[in-house]
């Protein structure tokens, strides 16, 4: 068990809606990080905030947000979904704002189907 | 862009054997840090070893090892002693330190079988 919680584990929903997609981070850690992964693209970066601030974004689509709260919580919000946006997306987590000074703990992620 | 490369979708061993797999990477900067991440059917991401790219001396974690080819811009995984468990996705990563803070850039993966 990494530490990061993620919910929902699995989530089924329609072309057109929009979901959000929670984390926790691991007591401490203060930078959260999200990923996607799916057949076609792998593993992609998507964004990560550290205590609050957005501090690197990745290739995520304009339709997708995130924000990291006062708990360090943080949530992705997913809209207007498309059938490719079928994918499984991961949370992480660390102590630091930087990924070369330690390492970073993922959660199970959440498995997004849209029909 | 910094790209990872994973040559082998797939690679099969024999318990008590050893495996390497293999991962290049392209980038222009000189200092970047490597990781090897194994995911395991429970979908978790577990760090296997890490490599600082200033570090000449490769690394080593018990029974996994790293050969580092800064030049040749290549970075391969050799497990030892291979164990049922040691079944996974295994994912190459690339982190270009500074401001890339926490992005890390991933290989398509290898899916390794380990037979007993």
């Known amino acids: 068990d990494s530490g990061v919680t993620q919910t929902p584990k699995h989530l089924i929903t329609a072309t057109g809606q929009r979901v959000t997609l929670r984390c926790s981070p691991r007591?401490?850690?203060?930078?959260v990080y999200w990923y996607q992964q799916s057949l076609d693209q792998g593993l992609q970066f998507l964004i990560q905030?550290?205590?609050?601030?957005?501090?690197a974004k990745g290739n995520i689509l304009e339709r997708f947000s995130a924000q990291q709260f006062p708990d360090l919580h943080s949530e992705l919000n997913l809209s207007s979904l498309e059938l490719g946006d079928s994918a499984l997306y991961f949370c992480a987590s660390s102590v630091r704002l930087r990924a070369d000074t330690g390492e970073l703990f993922f959660g199970e992620g959440s498995r997004l189907t849209v029909l | 862009a910094q790209t990872v490369t994973q040559s082998q979708p797939e690679m099969s061993v024999q318990e008590a054997e050893t495996v390497t797999l293999s991962c290049t990477y392209d980038?222009?900067?000189?200092?970047?840090?490597l990781f090897w991440y194994k995911q395991p059917p429970s979908r978790q991401m577990i760090l296997v070893i890490r490599q600082e790219a200033y570090k000449q001396q490769n690394a080593t974690e018990n029974r996994f090892s790293v050969n580092f080819q800064k030049a040749a811009k290549s970075f391969s995984l050799k497990i030892s002693d291979s164990q049922l468990g040691d079944a996974a996705m295994y994912f190459c990563a690339y982190n270009a330190g500074g401001t890339s803070y926490g992005k890390l850039t991933f290989g398509q993966g290898t899916i390794l079988t380990v037979h007993p």
């Open positions: 905030y550290y205590n609050g601030e957005e501090r």
């Open positions: 007591s401490g850690d203060l930078s």
């Open positions: 980038t222009s900067e000189s200092d970047y840090y």
